[in-house]
């Protein structure tokens, strides 16, 4: 098998498939690692397999998906599904682990297409059995035809939140109750935005339209939820939340949580690229150029890994940072990618109008940014959020030293749901911000290797 | 599927059914589901214990991300139930508890 390649790309979802597209129309072979068994990234997940009643359910836009990989079939392309990248070196080298094996490869160019992982929505009881994420209901929906049909509680703010609502209607689930914990203040922060966003209306027309399908559904619907806590010993069995009219309890078996979704850094902060700080989303992403290169030659990002910009915008950017990586390769000179790019940059300038709303709007409230003192903040290693305000207390400054005072960001998950929430604690209770207190440091491997695979290294 | 779950399934007849063991008992699931949805849809939220508190776990991403489907997948400790793809035969069971060390028979118990 090669060792080398010109171009790799990291993630198969829209920017990943994008990016690969316009390596291969230039004539640039380019080799596609994706860990999921199929292509299309999250938003498309199991696109290319499912059939007309999946397709039905998930609507048109998910179906629309399929168009992405026709890229697949060019013979250009070496795609190499179910590969998981464990470790890369600021020298373009990755190792991941495929069929039981590990594989290493070296680029010269490298676009990392990560996407987004959901925003943790910490409270009392969100690590029972039976709480999942509203990402984690679509992703069994698409990639299994599998959906809870009773006794669904939604909770939580967000497009996908009331998305996945009309999609669970529409395979005929019962949902038990909608519970809305946007803010009341975020529709008057987020009204200044309005104009702008109304430069892409497909969005907000979109958004509307869920909420007229949900509202003749009869779909009990509470808003400005606060105090939630999930109920149950050994699964859940139901939410209690305080709104307008007071304490309110509603029976579920599925609880199915969203707040909003955060860039997967994983792999680009073990490169230790920088990372900015974004005060309205909330969290941090690489620093990057206009062809979302990096600070290391040949590294570059696109799509939500390099800040939440949603799957169209991502198509754009994949798109960019090829025409970058090209460039770079001399398969381009600084004239003909401007102007294969001015197409892209028009479109993503079109289908980000909307963000700075989003944002706004869907703002997480600071109970979920910072919760309170008996919450699980750290889930791998059950650490409280009240721990990590004792760790401060005691001197702690950051993130990395909460690991030896006690073990938060140490478990299996290295840190991947609790790091922002850990950062956004500490920096609370030191009363600065959260970019002062820093991130968890990550550290290879990234995901599970065992030693047999390790040694495979030796005999290839 | 077993009554009492609260998982259903879109009709899809084209799939080809497999069989899984959980806990040594069968487990009808369909080609193309991970682990972790063939035993969501067959009711089993449960997938493990925690090693800190021996707090019960299920599935919460479905996406690779927060390791809360860790089971022990035909011998192998620790594997992702929602990385994995069901098949024929396989045996599948809970994670309860910190792990062991190896023995020379086998996998960690």
């Given at each position: 098998m090669k060792r080398s390649a010109?171009?790799?790309?990291?993630?198969?979802?829209?920017?990943?498939?994008?990016?690969?597209?316009?390596?291969?129309?230039?004539?640039?072979?380019?080799?596609?690692?994706?860990?999921?068994?199929?292509?299309?990234?999250?938003?498309?997940?199991?696109?290319?397999?499912a059939g007309e009643g999946r397709r039905?359910?998930?609507?048109?836009?998910?179906?629309?998906?399929?168009?992405?990989?026709?890229?697949?079939?060019?013979?250009?392309?070496d795609y190499r599904p179910g590969a998981e990248v464990w470790e890369m070196t600021r020298?373009?080298?990755?190792?991941?682990?495929?069929?039981?094996?590990?594989?290493?490869?070296?680029?010269?160019?490298?676009?990392?297409?990560?996407?987004?992982?959901?925003?943790?929505?910490?409270?009392?009881?969100?690590?029972?059995?039976?709480?999942?994420?509203?990402g984690a209901a679509q992703i069994l929906l698409k990639t299994a035809g599998v959906y809870p049909r009773q006794d669904i509680v939604l909770a939580g703010s967000g497009p996908l939140l009331l998305l996945l609502a009309t999609q669970l209607l529409a395979t005929g689930a019962k949902i038990a109750a909608l519970v809305e914990t946007t803010p009341s203040e975020n529709y008057k922060?987020?009204?200044?935005?309005?104009?702008?966003?109304?430069?892409?209306?497909?969005?907000?027309?979109?958004?509307?339209?869920?909420?007229?399908?949900?509202?003749r559904a009869g779909v009990p619907w509470h808003k400005s939820a606060r105090e939630l806590e999930a109920l149950g010993d050994n699964a859940v069995l139901g939410l209690r939340f305080r709104d307008a009219?007071?304490?309110?309890?509603?029976?579920?078996?599925?609880?199915?949580?969203?707040?909003?979704?955060?860039?997967?850094?994983?792999?680009?902060?073990?490169?230790?690229?920088?990372?900015?700080?974004?005060?309205?989303?909330?969290?941090?992403?690489?620093?990057?150029?206009?062809?979302?290169?990096?600070?290391?030659?040949?590294?570059?990002?696109a799509g939500d890994g390099g800040g939440i910009v949603g799957a169209?915008?991502?198509?754009?950017?994949?798109?960019?940072?090829?025409?970058?990586?090209?460039?770079?390769?001399?398969?381009?000179?600084?004239?003909?990618?401007?102007?294969?790019?001015?197409?892209?940059?028009?479109?993503?300038?079109?289908?980000?109008?909307?963000?700075?709303?989003?944002?706004?709007?869907?703002?997480?409230?600071?109970?979920?940014?910072?919760?309170?003192?008996?919450?699980?903040?750290?889930?791998?290693?059950?650490?409280?959020?009240?721990?990590?305000?004792?760790?401060?207390?005691?001197?702690?400054?950051?993130p990395n030293q909460a690991k030896a005072f006690g073990r938060s960001g140490m478990g299996p998950c290295q840190g991947r749901v609790c790091g922002l929430l850990v950062s956004e604690i500490m920096a609370d209770a030191r009363g600065v911000s959260p970019d002062e207190v820093g991130y968890y440091r990550i550290r290879p491997p990234i995901k599970p290797v065992t030693l047999g695979e390790m040694a495979s290294m030796a005999e290839d | 599927?077993?009554?009492?779950?609260?998982?259903?399934?879109?009709?899809?007849?084209?799939?080809?059914?497999?069989?899984?063991?959980?806990?040594?008992?069968?487990?009808?699931?369909?080609?193309?589901?991970?682990?972790?949805?063939?035993?969501?849809?067959?009711?089993?939220?449960?997938?493990r214990a925690t090693p800190v508190g021996g707090a019960p776990r299920g599935p919460y991403c479905m996406m690779g991300v927060c390791f809360e489907c860790l089971l022990e997948i035909d011998g192998v400790a620790n594997r992702q139930g929602c990385m994995v793809q069901a098949a024929d035969g396989m045996r599948v069971s809970r994670m309860l508890g910190a792990r062991g060390l190896a023995d020379s028979n086998g996998p960690a118990r």
């Open positions: 010109p171009l790799v790309i990291v993630g198969a979802g829209p920017a990943g498939l994008a990016a690969a597209k316009t390596a291969l129309d230039h004539g640039l072979p380019a080799v596609l690692l994706d860990e999921q068994p199929a292509a299309g990234g999250q938003i498309y997940r199991g696109v290319g397999e039905k359910v998930l609507g048109a836009d998910y179906a629309k998906g399929a168009d992405l990989l026709r890229v697949l079939a060019d013979k250009g392309l020298e373009r080298e990755i190792f991941f682990t495929r069929q039981g094996a590990v594989e290493r490869l070296a680029a010269d160019q490298l676009i990392l297409c990560t996407g987004a992982i959901e925003r943790p929505m910490p409270f009392p009881g969100w690590t029972l059995p039976g709480v999942m994420t509203c922060a987020a009204l200044p935005y309005l104009p702008a966003a109304l430069q892409a209306p497909d969005y907000i027309f979109k958004g509307l339209g869920f909420i007229r399908d949900l509202k009219a007071g304490i309110r309890e509603v029976a579920c078996g599925a609880l199915l949580l969203h707040q909003g979704v955060v860039p997967n850094v994983q792999i680009s902060r073990s490169l230790r690229l920088e990372h900015l700080w974004d005060p309205l989303q909330r969290c941090w992403r690489p620093k990057l150029d206009d062809w979302g290169l990096s600070e290391i030659p040949g590294v570059a990002v169209k915008a991502s198509e754009a950017q994949g798109g960019l940072a090829a025409l970058g990586a090209l460039r770079r390769l001399g398969e381009l000179d600084t004239a003909a990618r401007d102007a294969k790019a001015r197409s892209l940059q028009k479109d993503f300038r079109r289908e980000v109008a909307p963000r700075r709303f989003l944002d706004a709007l869907y703002r997480p409230s600071g109970a979920f940014l910072r919760p309170s003192d008996e919450t699980i903040a750290c889930r791998c290693e059950e650490v409280t959020a009240g721990r990590i305000r004792e760790f401060v207390a005691l001197g702690c400054l950051g | 599927m077993p009554s009492g779950s609260i998982f259903a399934r879109l009709p899809e007849p084209d799939r080809r059914p497999v069989t899984l063991f959980f806990e040594g008992e069968p487990v009808g699931a369909l080609q193309g589901d991970s682990v972790a949805a063939a035993l969501l849809a067959a009711g089993k939220l449960t997938f």
